[in-house]
């Protein structure tokens, strides 16, 4: 079954501890993405691949990295997270081919993460 | 840079009403446009998308959409709603450089559609 994973599905953690949130997806797709969805924003993209080893910026980027070292992997690293950072994340998967519907994004079921 | 408003935060609406659901969109380059669906608790699903062609797109469970690029529009659209509906859309936009998107992609700040009975 085609899919993107998230894991954990929910992390409650303190201020300053390191932590990362995986995201994977079988369907051999060139483009991952990170959002954060907050009630009245809609989701803002956090940082994007569109390759190996080739990521950008999104909109707001701040207080996170990303890599991307394999094809199916794009993990979230938080380094010291913050309350400001307690959101909803989603991570999703997209291919620029007509034969993999094209310019589709595939979500993940979400991360909820709080931070205190 | 490119950015998406959608006009409504939300919208109530009785059963076999027909809906609207507006969007609108600035960018200095040709777009994609989205408008993806969120079930409570869920995560996002894609209703359709506009890529090229023709203007008016039609996507899953009987939504439709048109691109109106003087006006740079999105509008969502059914003829008659269910309350299966009921769930957060959003509209969502990626610039289109040179063929290609650059998997850069920005989202309206959601519209909440509340179907009654």
């Known amino acids: 079954e085609a899919q993107v994973t998230q894991n954990p599905r929910y992390l409650i953690t303190v201020t300053g501890k390191k932590l990362t949130v995986t995201c994977s997806q079988n369907?051999?797709?060139?483009?991952m993405s990170w959002y954060r969805q907050d009630p009245g924003l809609g989701l803002r993209q956090i940082y994007y691949s569109m390759n190996v080893e080739v990521t950008d910026k999104g909109d707001v980027p701040e207080g996170y990295k990303v890599s991307r070292k394999e094809k199916r992997n794009f993990p979230l690293i938080l380094e010291s997270p913050s309350p400001n950072q307690t959101s909803l994340y989603f991570c999703a998967s997209s291919s620029p081919f007509p034969g993999q519907g094209a310019y589709e994004q595939y979500f993940g079921p979400g991360t909820r993460l709080t931070v205190t | 840079a490119q950015s998406v408003t959608q006009l409504d935060s939300q919208v109530p609406v009785f059963e076999e009403a027909p809906v609207e659901l507006r969007c609108n969109y600035s960018s200095s380059v040709s777009v994609y446009l989205f408008w993806y669906v969120q079930y409570p608790n869920q995560g996002l699903q894609l209703l359709l998308k506009y890529l090229s062609g023709s203007t008016l797109v039609k996507g899953i469970n009987g939504f439709e959409a048109e691109f109106n690029k003087s006006q740079t529009s999105f509008h969502l659209r059914k003829p008659s709603v269910h309350i299966s509906d009921t769930a957060e859309y959003f509209c969502a936009v990626s610039d289109r450089v040179g063929g290609t998107s650059y998997g850069k992609l920005t989202f309206g700040q959601g519209t909440i559609l509340t179907v009654h009975p």
């Open positions: 369907m051999n797709h060139e483009y």
